[in-house]
């Protein structure tokens, strides 16, 4: 299966505006490790909406690191 268009190695452009959009979930995002910036990346793959891919996003912030 083909990657989704990128921004930067391997975040799906749609998640990368989304991240953009809320600098507290970017902030988040960026804290994880690389394994979990792997797991959360994992998840967007399943999500076929801008609305739905918002909302993951705002679901970041907030999030108990140890919940991904």
Known sequence: MKDDF???PGVPL???MAL???P???EVFSGLTEDQRRQVLAKTRRIRSKSEMRSYVDS???LDISDI
Request: net charge negative; no cysteine.
């Open 6 to 8: 990128t921004l930067g």
């Open 60 to 62: 970041l912030v907030g």
């Open 14 to 16: 749609g998640f990368g």
């Open 24 to 26: 507290d979930a970017m």
């Open 20 to 22: 953009a959009q809320n």
